[in-house]
């Protein structure tokens, strides 16, 4: 699916969105800030990459990375019908990015990858409501090498030997913890000594 650099004249903002070509030229696209469907065309300047590397620090204190904003309206857009949970999604966001090197964020339909070789974690918003589950809630999921036992995991697949798939629901900022580095930090590194073991 194509993202458009959209301009809307009524809040007067610019968005970088998702759309099929059809959304776009029915001018089926609602501005995710106000909702009206009059966005227009802008041009803006190239953009930067969007791999990033280790945070720096600028002089002033401020977080600097490569890429950052360029991802913003997509992050923003895939969080449109469940903007409680943006903030989970951005702490776990700026976790990986604090803390590991070489991490390339996309953003897509259904989830949003986060990889240095491979893709090694991803959050996705729940499909439907699943009774016993927290209203807004967002799910980390990540690649490892063994079956991770743990009351936090809600579920566990081998996709391929010797790679399991573990689900993690995150409902609050406390959850976004040190146990959930942890496991994004072993999920880095099996993901990226797995070109290596071939």
Known sequence: MPFYDLRCPTCEKEYNIP?????????????????????RPCSRAPRPTSKVGRAARAPTGTFVARGAAMGEAHHLSFFMKSPDALPLYEA????????????????????????????FAFVSLPFRKVKGRPEVYIILTLGLGYRLEHPRVVECVEPYPGRWTH????????????????????????SNAKGMRR
Request: aromatic letters at 10%; a negative charge; charged letters at 30%.
């Open 19 to 39: 759309a099929t070509i059809a959304e776009k030229t029915e001018k089926r696209i609602p501005c995710p800030d106000c909702g009206s469907f009059e966005l």
């Open 92 to 119: 776990v966001r700026d976790m990986i990015l604090l803390g590991f090197e070489d991490v390339t964020v996309r953003v897509l339909k259904t989830q949003i990858a986060f990889s240095n070789r491979y893709n």
């Open 167 to 190: 689900h993690v629901i995150i409902q609050s900022m406390d959850e976004v913890d040190a146990q959930v580095r942890e496991w994004i930090g072993e999920a880095y590194d099996f």
